[in-house]
C-alpha cells in the first residue's frame, strides 16, 4: 500500500485565495482525520470522518474552512478566502476502527501552506 | 474528557545514553494509548501502541513503553540512543469508550548530544 496520500506537498498562495488540499486514504480504512501543525498551536484536530460522514468538526476554526468526503477514497480540505494566519503544515491521517488490532492512525507526509 | 501532558517540552541527552519520555493521561473510561515521532519535515509515524494485554509494550526502533494504570502513565524508554533519534516524539490516547479520535500531547522533542 503507498499510505496515505496528501497533495500538494507545498502551497504558497495569496490572501484571499481559495486554497484546495486533497487526501487519498488507505485502502480500507473506514476513519480519516485532518490536522493542522503549528509552533504555536501544535497538533489540532481540525475535523474527522468515519464511513464518509462527518462526525466531529468542533475543530474546524471558522466558516472559511470546509472538508468533504465524497468517497471512501478521497477527501478535500478547502480554505476560501485564505488567510496569512492560516499557514501551517496539514496533515491527513486515516485508520481502522479501534475494534481492530490494528487500529492505528497513519499519516501522510503533509501539505505545508504558506498564505501571503 | 481524556487529556495527555507531556511534561518535558525538550529533552537533552548524549548518545548512547538511555532515555525517558514522560506521559500522563486522564480518562475515566479504559484507554488505548500510542506514542508516535515525527522527524524534521515530515509526517508521524507510529512508534508503539498499548492496546490490551502486557502492560509492556516494544515499538520500533528499540523504544518500548510501560503502561500503568494506576500511575495514568506510559513513558517511552530506550536504552541506548543514537542521533537518527533526533525528533520529536508525541504521546496520545484514544478520546472515549467509542470513539476513533485520539487525542495527542504537545510533544517532546529529543535532542541527541554527540
Known sequence: ?116 | AQSVTQLDSQVPVFEEAPVELRCNYSSSVSVYLFWYVQYPNQGLQLLLKYLSGSTLVKGINGFEAEFNKSQTSFHLRKPSVHISDTAEYFCAVTAGNRDDKIIFGKGTRLHILP
Open chain 1, 1 to 116: 500500500d503507498a499510505g496515505v496520500i496528501q497533495s500538494p506537498r507545498h502551497e504558497v498562495t495569496e490572501m484571499g485565495q481559495e486554497v484546495t488540499l486533497r487526501c487519498k486514504p488507505i485502502s480500507g480504512h473506514n476513519s480519516l482525520f485532518w490536522y493542522r501543525q503549528t509552533m504555536m498551536r501544535g497538533l489540532e484536530l481540525l475535523i474527522y470522518f468515519n464511513n464518509n460522514v462527518p462526525i466531529d468538526d468542533s475543530g474546524m476554526p471558522e466558516d472559511r474552512f470546509s472538508a468533504k468526503m465524497p468517497n471512501a477514497s478521497f477527501s478535500t480540505l478547502k480554505i476560501q478566502p485564505s488567510e496569512p494566519r492560516d499557514s501551517a503544515v496539514y496533515f491527513c491521517a486515516s485508520s481502522l476502527g479501534r475494534t481492530d488490532d490494528n487500529y492505528g492512525y497513519t499519516f501522510g507526509s503533509g501539505t505545508r501552506l504558506t498564505v501571503v
